[in-house]
């Protein structure tokens, strides 16, 4: 069964710097949807996208966080200057045609020094 | 901004018995209601949904429940097994435009089902 896959598991970094999380979503979706969770609270919701562009966006969604689908398959967020605060779960998702279902993949763990 | 409730942090039930999982929602635009289980250190895994013009939904031991005017839905699981034991999310969306149907999420009920 197709499955949303994301890379690394777990990366750290240092305050300040660039971080790239990569996601491939399942090859029929059109949507793709970023999400994230900071430890012991909810699942928020960070961004939406389609057709090459964001269709929708947060207010966590700021200057600090892009996103792109630099080929067919690939579909990465970039948080740029990375804080603290950024240090979460991040999960990537996606939807098929003619349906709001989303599927998650595994999360890509987050920590920021 | 709770949006989405589930008021139950945790929930212990015997093996073989009916687990029941409560959400409310504010949002009268919310059209869709999703479950989510969810492993430690693992994503979210669909479990079932149901659409607002629907007040019943049923996916092998999984029944979801839809109260519209009441704004909240149930998840039923009969019988609990172990392998149920995991954090359940209710999530609700509404589709702003030609599908794009960001998910809000309750802050989730732990179960334990008990052998």
């Known amino acids: 069964e197709p499955e949303v896959t994301q890379t690394p598991s777990h990366q750290v970094t240092q305050m300040g710097q660039e971080v790239i999380l990569r996601c491939v979503p399942i090859s029929n979706h059109l949507y793709f949807y970023w999400y994230r969770q900071i430890l012991g609270q909810k699942v928020e919701f960070l961004v939406s996208?389609?057709?090459?562009?964001?269709?929708?966006k947060s207010e966590i969604f700021d200057d600090q966080f892009s996103v792109e689908r630099p080929d067919g398959s690939n579909f990465t967020l970039k948080i740029r200057s990375t804080k603290l605060e950024d240090s979460a779960m991040y999960f990537c998702a996606s939807s098929p045609p003619a349906t709001d279902t989303q599927y998650f993949g595994p999360g890509t763990r987050l920590t920021v020094l | 901004d709770q949006q989405v409730k589930q008021n139950s942090p945790s929930l212990s039930v015997q093996e073989g018995r009916i687990s029941i999982l409560n959400c409310d929602y504010t949002?009268?635009?919310?059209?869709?209601f999703l479950w989510y289980k969810k492993y430690p250190a693992e994503g979210p895994t669909f479990l079932i949904s149901i659409s607002s013009i629907k007040d019943k939904n049923e996916d092998g031991r999984f029944t979801v429940f839809l109260n519209k005017s009441a704004k909240h839905l149930s998840l039923h699981i009969v019988p609990s097994q172990p392998g149920d034991s995991a954090v359940y999310f209710c999530a609700a969306s509404y589709d702003r435009n030609s599908g794009n149907t960001p998910l809000v999420f309750g802050k989730g009920t732990r179960l334990s089902v008990i052998a």
């Open positions: 996208f389609y057709n090459n562009e964001i269709s929708e």
């Open positions: 949002n009268s635009m919310f059209d869709y």
